[in-house]
């Protein structure tokens, strides 16, 4: 009875919101999300007067890709309901094509990046954290997408050099990660730090920032390392990662058989732990490569700035 409930009410949705938008007078309506989206999608069945514009932040196609059904009823949602958006916009040219090509959107998609606040991120790298030997720093919550296991397989092939694993974040994967970490003996060089509120205090004093994803939206994660002139190593997963640090190249292609020296970082192979290992030992040798990631990072940094970001989106929103 419960769930028949909120099924209900979920029905109703559309309707309520339809009703606060005509009440307060509102003609423009940016949603974010999937679900979201798709409730207000909705809107112009009741109304066509409401400028709808839908905010898409992770890839459609493979977002619910684990979960067959699901993957079904949501590809046929979006199928239907956002061509009635006046507007789509994601937040990376992947996300785009995936829209295009995969679902058939004709709509105008309009690519916005997301904003870090550059100034804020200044003062809380600020930190007195010790550090005696090579630090690589990942910070995601464990979860299976973000894919630990790789890097700890990679830092498996080289823990033998002076070096150190600090993982930053929670989820329902740790206890696993952890196992793995006992299981191949590398307790003393790999620390886990929890939950931090203030992340950018470790990237302050770290070497090499890694991102291991199976796939992402737009990893925030990776703008703030560059806010913090931390060099990075990434897996070359769709969406995100190419865009950020190699924005010259086809935002299309994934490296698959070695590790790509890109503009503002390294790319690797996804789920490939030997050629992480690889780039994990060039950043550590390699100490021009770092310094000139570290000389680089805060001016791609600003692409991504909140002052620009919310300039776009005025313009996107026909605002003065």
């Known amino acids: 009875p419960d769930s028949f409930f909120r099924y209900l009410y979920f029905l109703t949705l559309p309707f309520?919101?339809?009703?606060?938008?005509?009440?307060?007078?509102?003609?423009?309506?940016?949603?974010?999300?999937?679900?979201?989206?798709?409730?207000?999608?909705?809107?112009?069945?009741?109304?066509r007067k409401i400028k709808i514009i839908a905010r898409v932040s992770s890839l459609p196609s493979v977002r619910f890709s684990q979960n067959k059904l699901k993957n079904g009823i949501y590809r046929l949602l979006i199928k239907q309901l956002y061509?009635?958006?006046?507007?789509?916009?994601?937040?990376?040219?992947?996300?785009?094509?995936?829209?295009?090509k995969n679902f058939g959107l004709n709509n105008n998609i309009?690519?916005?990046?997301?904003?870090?606040?550059?100034?804020?991120?200044a003062i809380k790298k600020v930190s007195n954290l010790p550090k005696r030997t090579f630090t690589?720093?990942?910070?995601a919550n464990f979860y299976s997408v973000k894919n630990h296991q790789l890097s700890i397989q990679a830092f498996a092939q080289i823990a033998h050099l002076n070096c150190?694993?600090?993982?930053?974040?929670k989820g329902s994967m740790e206890t696993t990660i952890k196992a793995t970490v006992e299981r191949l003996g590398l307790h003393e060089k790999v620390h886990f730090l929890g939950y931090q509120p203030n992340p950018h205090q470790f990237m302050a004093t770290a070497d090499c920032l890694l991102l291991t994803s199976d796939y992402e939206g737009l990893p925030n994660v990776l703008i703030e390392a560059?806010?913090?002139?931390?060099?990075?190593?990434?897996?070359?997963?769709?969406?995100?990662?190419?865009?950020?640090l190699a924005p010259n190249t086809d935002f299309h292609h994934q490296i698959t058989d070695d590790i790509e020296i890109a503009e503002y970082?390294?790319?690797?192979?996804?789920?490939?732990?030997?050629?992480?290992?690889?780039?994990?030992?060039?950043?550590?040798?390699?100490?021009?490569?770092?310094q000139?990631?570290?000389?680089?990072?805060?001016?791609?940094?600003?692409?991504?700035a909140v002052e620009k970001i919310v300039a776009q989106y005025r313009e996107v929103l026909d605002m003065d």
Do not use: W
């Open 83 to 100: 061509p009635k958006a006046h507007q789509i916009i994601g937040n990376t040219h992947s996300i785009q094509a995936d829209l295009r």
């Open 16 to 47: 309520r919101l339809f009703k606060y938008l005509e009440t307060e007078k509102i003609d423009t309506l940016l949603s974010f999300d999937t679900i979201p989206n798709l409730m207000s999608c909705l809107i112009p069945y009741l109304s």
């Open 136 to 139: 690589f720093l990942q910070v």
């Open 292 to 304: 000139q990631y570290r000389a680089k990072a805060r001016k791609r940094a600003e692409d991504f």
């Open 164 to 169: 150190q694993l600090c993982f930053v974040g």
């Open 110 to 121: 309009s690519v916005l990046y997301n904003p870090i606040d550059l100034s804020s991120i």
């Open 226 to 244: 560059l806010a913090c002139h931390l060099p990075i190593i990434s897996t070359d997963c769709p969406s995100g990662p190419r865009e950020i």
């Open 265 to 290: 970082g390294i790319l690797t192979p996804v789920g490939n732990a030997a050629l992480l290992a690889k780039a994990m030992q060039r950043m550590m040798t390699d100490d021009a490569l770092g």
